[in-house]
């Protein structure tokens, strides 16, 4: 098999064969590493084997792949050139569109990952509050640099000397880690929901929502909402704008260019001039091809009502897999938005139910994961999701066999 014969050759080249979160050896047995194509909702791994994708290449993929609109707008800017001597016109256009979709941006910031996002809004906190203490939620993930990281290979303590953590949706939590803290405060940056891998996903609950803001207020820290997942698949705006509540920065990439790499800071008036007190910058932070795929990406989102489809497409999902489960016996639990779904096992602390189910599905065609969450995509259609549910329903079957 191609994947095996790729797998022997990365491990002399590479360490350990492959890195990270996309490193295949860490999931169930079945997953291919290595892929070959993708079109639309699905992909195809080099052995020729066909996915519905609700992965979605872990969030960047928000359209569909290779969406025609999008891929339009790279290649005319492409033709034109990508990494130049500065940026291109492409990079006002782009900050004006966030601006004008985005309530609480007077501003936009670009790189390349969310890491360079979030470390990005918090030094903009830092710079304008003159402070050092960051405020996160326990267990959440921003990142990969040593200040984030989920392990601490490589990492100094004193790279999170600065971070004080607080228990997500306990407002009583975030209130007494604050008074620690006191008059050191540089910002409280939390995810519009949590998201940890492993464990079942939370909705915010609106009361902690607001309240954060109101305590940001308060102590003269800046809010910093980490959109890097969520943004783009809940809400154009901003994922807590529909609960009235507006960060003063954003950090936002995955889904912002349908699969291009760039990210974004976005802030408020009020931090404009910290802002530009900063050297934060990149070799490739400015190439214009990816700027040009989130300008096409969001407007093709906000002009065919995207985020209105993922809803649908991923309800039925929702529903559909529920009503699996219920006929073979499991008990599941099926948490946070339907654009961002994840499906657990009732009593499986060693995910072996999750893991055997999983690798079922893959080879029932259809492509999830075990213990990180999912990812709709407005090219998910009804049909998909049907072609899709006849796949888990089997390898909820074989599950049933096992267990």
Known sequence: MKDGELRERALKVVPGGMYGHLNAAIFAPGYPQFFDRAEGCRQWDVDGREYIDFMCSWGPIVLGHRHPKVEEAAQRQLAKGDTLNGPGPIMVELAELLVDTVPSADWAMFSKNGTDATTQALMVARAATGRTKVLMAHGAYHGADPWCTPSMA?????????????????????????????????????????????????????????????????????????????????????????????????????????????????????????????????????????????????????????IAQMNRAGAQLREGLYAQARTHGFTVNQTGPVSIPWLSFEGDADLSRAMFWSDACLRHGVYIHPWHNWFMSAAHTEADVARALEGTDLAFAETRKQF
């Open 154 to 306: 490589g990492v100094t303590p004193n790279e999170r000397a600065d971070l004080a953590e607080f228990t997500y949706n306990s407002l009583e939590s975030l209130e007494a880690v604050a008074a620690e803290h006191d008059g050191d405060v540089a910002a409280i940056i939390v995810t519009p929901f949590k998201h940890d891998s492993f464990e079942d996903q939370e909705l915010v609950e609106p009361a902690f929502a607001r309240g954060a803001r109101a305590l940001a207020d308060r102590i003269g820290a800046a809010l910093v909402i980490d959109d890097v997942r969520a943004g783009f698949r809940i809400d154009l705006r901003g994922s807590w704008e529909p609960y009235g509540v507006r960060p003063d920065l954003t950090a936002w990439s995955k889904a912002m260019a349908n699969g291009y790499p760039i990210a974004a800071v976005t802030g408020t008036d009020a931090l404009r001039n910290a802002a530009q007190t900063l050297y934060s910058t990149g070799s490739f932070w400015f190439s214009a091809v990816a700027m040009a795929a989130a300008k096409a990406t969001i407007e093709t989102l906000r002009d065919d009502d995207g």
